[in-house]
């Protein structure tokens, strides 16, 4: 009985290196087969027909390596189907095969890609690019020239690889949905600095695609188009050092020439240079609205989103009406005033002025800064910032009125007594008080009941939870109502 020849395994090196061999003669070989694919492929990436010979200058990465060239870092083949033939006659232990072996040759399909000359270099020379010597035999063996950069698919690629960032951008620029702590705060800090990092990249990719279709992009620029390498480019370095704490520094994370020819570029592009302000604002607000989040002030808690929708609801603002926010805080009404989030304000928003008070001179200053707004002003022009220290006789009435005051002492009922002063008639106070307002003796409480029965006004509970959800600045457990008063018509 015949005994079974064994085979020997190739190694992983061995089959890698016979594919190699075999998937190079079978483009080769059967280049005639695949001329067309060939043609179409490299038509498509710029060349001339005549400039592309599969035979003479389009090979595979391992046959172009056998021939001392390499193929450039980052081009892209054209990939083509061959049938790659397989030997089986010859036994594994690599033994001439017996007369009486059965010779059986097979085939397989494998996918190729191959390059052209103009993708290559020689290794170990200098003439990268450049292609290899016409070989003899007449006039049309003569190489193509090196192929330009095409300025319209470098412009699509860096609009594509920008455009990626969008939905990043998104989800790093999102507002913070958890209770603020330090450490929640020092993150959702960060997360707003990547995010807007990530904004900068994006304007920088769009304005560099367009100087390459405007055909104005500088030479020392031509090779930037990684979105990483762009980012450290347009953006400044974070410091954490502290703690809980993250801050911009002064200084670029790349300071190389290339990135300041780039920052110089955008410098002296106007839609970049608005865009890039717009950026820096955006963080500035970013990082001082975290400060005073977390600053030790009693009786700050700025006015959730969810509570703010239920004021407007209850104030019924109309076309024409004059309103005020005599407790503006960090300005959080304000700002839900401006972007008109219920129709009767958005057609509105052309006749209405808006007025604000705040005695505190960070949040003051947040909300110069933040709200760019003609119609909403300053409540008082001069150094008068205590709500309780202005009469009406010198800046007059109001339609609508709606405040957050603080509740420390019974405040808020001193500021929503004062305030129905200020309303004119048919005027309406949209106010919100603590829940203690309405069942403590202490002299404020007690007058503040009467007050509100005298001028026939009601009040509802808001949910236990209305200053201690995911929409809270500063989440505060004290129970609260909105009162509302209105002033009688004449």
């Excluded at 170990?124 to 003899?136: F, I, R």
């Excluded at 055909?215 to 980012?231: M, N, W």
């Excluded at 202005?390 to 001193?414: H, K, S, T, W, Y």
């Excluded at 001028?455 to 808001?462: A, Q």
Aim: glycine share 6%.
């Amino acid at each position: 009985m015949a005994t079974a020849t064994r085979r020997k395994r190739r190694t992983k090196s061995e089959r890698s290196a016979q594919a190699a061999e075999a998937l190079a003669r079978a483009v080769e070989n059967d280049s005639q087969a695949n001329y067309q694919p060939i043609i179409d492929g490299f038509l498509a990436r710029g060349l001339k027909a005549e400039d592309i010979k599969p035979r003479e200058n389009v090979f595979t990465y391992p046959a172009w390596q056998a021939k001392g060239r390499q193929v450039r870092r980052g081009e892209r083949g054209v990939k083509i189907f061959v049938r790659v033939p397989i030997d089986e006659s010859k036994p594994a232990d690599n033994k001439p095969a017996t007369p009486d072996a059965k010779k059986a040759k097979q085939t397989v399909g494998r996918r190729a890609v191959v390059f052209h000359i103009s993708q290559t270099f020689e290794i170990g020379g200098d003439d990268s690019g450049q292609p290899l010597p016409a070989a003899p035999g007449g006039d049309d063996n003569q190489a193509p020239a090196p192929r330009k950069p095409n300025a319209e698919r470098i412009a699509a690629q860096l609009r594509r690889s920008a455009d990626v960032l969008t939905s990043q951008i998104e989800h790093k620029l999102r507002p913070m949905t958890q209770r603020p702590t330090a450490r929640r705060n020092w993150h959702y800090i960060q997360r707003q600095f990547e995010g807007q990092d990530m904004l900068k990249t994006q304007h920088a990719m769009h304005a560099l695609a367009d100087a390459w279709v405007a055909g104005t992009i500088p030479e020392s620029l031509k090779a930037v188009r990684q979105r990483y390498a762009i980012l450290r480019m347009v953006s400044k370095g974070v410091d954490t050092s502290g703690y809980y704490s993250a801050r911009r520094t002064d200084e670029y994370r790349d300071n190389s020439e290339t990135a300041q020819t780039l920052r110089r570029f955008l410098a002296g592009d106007a839609d970049a240079t608005r865009r890039a302000e717009e950026v820096e604002a955006a963080e500035q607000l970013t990082s001082r609205e975290n400060e005073l989040r977390l600053c030790s002030r009693p009786g700050f808690f700025p006015t959730p989103d969810s509570v703010i929708a239920e004021m407007l609801r209850r104030a019924d603002i109309q076309p024409g009406n004059r309103i005020l926010e005599p407790s503006a805080g960090m300005g959080h009404i304000l700002r839900a005033l401006i972007a008109d989030p219920l129709p009767t304000i958005r057609y509105a928003m052309g006749s209405i002025d808006i007025r604000w008070c705040e005695i505190n001179a960070e949040c003051r200053e947040f909300i110069g800064t933040s709200i760019d707004y003609p119609r909403c002003q300053s409540l008082s022009e001069d150094d008068v910032h205590d709500f309780l220290d202005i009469d009406p006789c010198d800046v007059g009435l109001f339609d609508r009125i709606l405040m957050n005051p603080p509740f420390e002492n019974g405040q808020d009922a001193e500021h929503a007594m004062n305030a129905a002063d200020f309303l004119e008639p048919g005027g309406r106070l949209v106010a919100i008080v603590s829940e203690g307002l309405f069942y403590r003796r202490d002299r404020k409480a007690t007058e503040f009941r009467e007050w509100l029965d005298e001028v026939d006004g009601y009040s509802f509970k808001l949910p236990d939870n209305a200053f201690d959800g995911p929409d809270a600045v500063r989440p505060t457990k004290v129970a609260t109502r909105i009162v509302v008063v209105e002033e009688p018509a004449e």
